[in-house]
């Protein structure tokens, strides 16, 4: 019954077989090349790093896209890795310099992820590299060996992944977006049939497919090496279109609730419509491989000819409501479009029409990562905050193991960097299948060295002990990994440099002595997380887009400028969310606290400037001057929003439910309130008014969405 049990567990946590295909090549090519190393040239040293060098790459680092994509990013990885064994090398002949070393070398890699997610991957299997090389005995003549051994490792490795079991080719965020699109195009499609057509009811079987689509794209859905979270403009462009995507969404769902109980056949709102569902499907099929780039022409030709309409004839208020609706719709479209043209290739794609969003596509990708860079140099960024914890951490594992002469000291530094997670709940979570691991794995490895003395035995068993190891165990859980890899470990130096049962011995004390530096780095070192740092910069990014929108209402009240110093001040802190964003889904979640819609109290920052931006253009700075009528009722408005994204940070940063939010005015109650200000006031000055208070109520209905039990007539 057991045999069964476990491989239909295996089946349950590996249904297509991908870690056990990985699993599969790592075991090929470390044993073709371990024994050839070891056993046909005669050399440990060049079968220790072949060995190695495929482990480091093969189970440590973490590859995006299809084989051929890892294959070539380990290929190039090469200059890097030979770089970090030559230094590891050289600084091997003293303890404290392969410490100082490790210090630097340990935050560099670590932070050189804040400007991509491949470095990421890269990141645990680069410190690996230099970890191996920085311990004694210092020997700088045997490093052509060294080197040899891990490129033939990666050049081995990489050719496996393209001609061995290779996996599916994953689904990628591109083709996720662009299915999504594609179901708010037919939502969008169906809005405009519920504005006109008669017959046709809620859209609601296209409403609940869109927003399903839409929720896949949310970062903390997909795995972090494929989502598009780097400094790069292609990365940018998809992120900003996946935010725009989902304000399409939500503003067709309002102007679908807000339809009229009897459809209008000829609305302009509708009209506008059909033209941002085509624009929306050519877009999405321009994100995908081959396809031309999304034209606009026939888009910009809608939204011009919507603008004038707006303000034609006597004021019919919700007539309108819905036509600024679409207007705002239609700015996002384009936004979504502009930002698949520019994930496509086309850097300077309609930059103009949009200088602050898609500034970064006049730059290069050197450029690019380097204000990344930058703007993560800063007190509260999680990335620097955890490249130091990391960096720390090994230093002080290096000094140790130096200092106690231990003789597989590297040993250490790999439990340390096994354990150390970025808090201190995470780390805790880690030590104890790590501790477990390890004693199982210790027991099993002294009770095999005092059974089998042969070495030939341990020569035979490698392959079952890699796959083991890198298959089985990882399927099982972390105990079970790290109990394999003790008794792979020992089944390795057993034939490099017998040591019997006190192999086994210097495994538990190693593991043990860098679980404990762990764990103090992770208690000592920012303990909290980017849990706390999401929360500070958070509360600091929806309290600056407060401001913004308080400013934007002033502006178009002629009391002040553009604000063109607020909307700098919301990016420059969006860069910061996002990054702390990210690495908090990497996370162990405190579950005695109150956990935050995140997604949601994002969002109701991510579009507070580009929507300004685009209001400013159709809405100058002081076109409803004079209208003190007016003046009051949006002031009011821009008030209480002010003080609900204030509440907003308050609750972000002390976990603690804000106060009430504010309750969107839908299309008929805005003629209640807009009613008693028309008085003689002509149709343009009403369609300002209106174009701005319905700006006003779409970041009111974003805010609600932060607590759907609110308001359930619309989707979280």
């Not at 630097?104 to 991509?116: E, K, L, Y």
């Not at 309130?673 to 208070?693: N, T």
């Amino acid at each position: 019954m057991r045999g069964p049990s476990l491989v239909g567990r295996l089946r349950r946590r590996d249904p297509n077989g991908a870690v056990l295909r990985r699993a599969a090549r790592l075991t090929l090519v470390a044993s073709v090349l371990f024994y050839a190393c070891r056993y046909g040239v005669g050399s440990p040293l060049l079968a220790t790093y072949a060995l190695f060098g495929t482990i480091a790459a093969g189970a440590f680092a973490q590859l995006p896209g299809p084989a051929s994509q890892r294959a070539r990013i380990l290929v190039t990885s090469l200059p890097a890795v030979w770089a970090l064994i030559a230094a590891g090398t050289l600084l091997a002949w003293s303890t404290w310099a392969a410490a100082g070393g490790m210090l630097v070398i340990g935050f560099v890699v670590a932070f050189a992820g804040v400007g991509s997610p491949r470095l990421v991957g890269l990141a645990s299997a680069f410190q690996l590299f230099y970890i191996l090389a920085s311990f004694p005995p210092y020997q700088p003549d045997s490093l052509p060996q060294r080197l040899g051994g891990v490129t033939l490792a990666i050049v081995l490795l990489a050719a496996a992944e393209v001609v061995l079991w290779p996996d599916p080719v994953p689904v990628s965020y591109r083709q996720l977006l662009a299915r999504a699109a594609d179901g708010v195009a037919a939502f969008v499609d169906a809005t405009a049939d519920a504005l006109t057509a008669p017959g046709h009811g809620a859209p609601d079987g296209r409403r609940e497919r869109a927003y399903d689509l839409v929720a896949v794209l949310g970062l903390a859905r997909n795995p972090r090496e494929s989502s598009p979270t780097a400094a790069g403009a292609q990365d940018r462009a998809l992120r900003i279109s996946a935010a725009a995507l989902r304000e399409v969404l939500a503003t067709a769902d309002r102007l679908a609730t807000d339809a009229p109980s009897t459809p209008i056949p000829d609305l302009a709102a509708a009209r506008l419509l059909r033209p941002c569902a085509d624009a929306i499907r050519a877009a999405s099929r321009s994100l995908l491989s081959g396809a031309p780039q999304v034209d606009l022409r026939d888009l910009d030709a809608a939204i011009g000819a919507a603008e004038p309409s707006v303000g034609s004839g006597p004021p019919d208020v919700p007539r309108m409501c819905r036509d600024a609706t679409a207007l705002a719709l239609a700015d996002q479209v384009r936004i979504f479009a502009v930002g698949t043209r520019i994930a496509a290739g086309a850097r300077t794609a309609d930059v103009d029409a949009y200088p602050r969003l898609f500034e970064y596509a006049r730059h290069s990708a050197w450029t690019l990562y380097r204000r990344q860079f930058r703007a993560h140099l800063a007190p509260r960024s999680a990335h620097l905050h955890s490249a130091l914890r990391l960096a720390v951490a090994l230093a002080i594992a290096r000094v140790a193991a130096g200092v106690l002469h231990l003789n597989h000291g590297f040993w250490v530094l790999l439990a340390t960097l096994t354990v150390l997670r970025t808090s201190a709940a995470d780390t805790r979570t880690a030590l104890r299948p790590a501790v477990l691991g390890t004693i199982a794995g210790v027991v099993a490895s002294g009770l095999l060295v005092l059974v089998v003395q042969e070495p030939v035995v341990y020569a035979v068993v490698l392959p079952v002990a890699l796959l083991l190891a890198f298959g089985v165990g990882r399927l099982l859980g972390p105990v079970w990994q790290q109990a394999l890899f003790t008794l792979l470990l020992t089944v390795v130096f057993t034939q490099l440099s017998p040591e019997g049962w006190r192999l086994a011995e210097a495994r538990l004390v190693d593991v043990g002595l860098g679980a404990v530096i762990g764990v103090l780095a992770g208690v000592a070192m920012w303990p909290r997380g980017a849990g706390h740092d999401l929360r500070h910069n958070a509360a600091r990014y929806l309290a600056a887009s407060g401001t913004a929108v308080e400013r934007t209402v002033e502006a178009v009240l002629g009391d002040a400028q553009r604000p063109e110093h607020d909307f700098d001040q919301v990016g420059r802190r969006m860069i910061l969310v996002d990054s702390s964003y990210c690495q908090y889904h990497s996370e162990r979640h405190d579950p005695g606290r109150a956990q935050l819609n995140w997604d949601a109290a994002l969002s109701a920052g991510h579009h507070v400037v580009p929507g300004a931006e685009s209001l400013l253009r159709r809405n100058p700075p002081g076109c409803l001057a004079g209208w003190p009528a007016a003046a009051a009722l949006l002031r009011d408005t821009a008030g209480h929003l002010r003080s609900a994204y204030d509440d907003l940070a308050d609750e972000v940063t002390h976990g603690q439910p804000a106060g009430a939010m504010p309750v969107p005015i839908d299309c008929v109650d805005e003629v209640d309130r807009l009613g008693p200000l028309l008085g003689d006031v002509d149709s343009a000055a009403v369609r300002h008014l209106v174009e701005v208070d319905r700006w006003l109520a779409g970041l009111a209905d974003s805010l609600t969405r932060i607590h759907p039990d609110a308001d359930a007539t619309r989707r979280p």
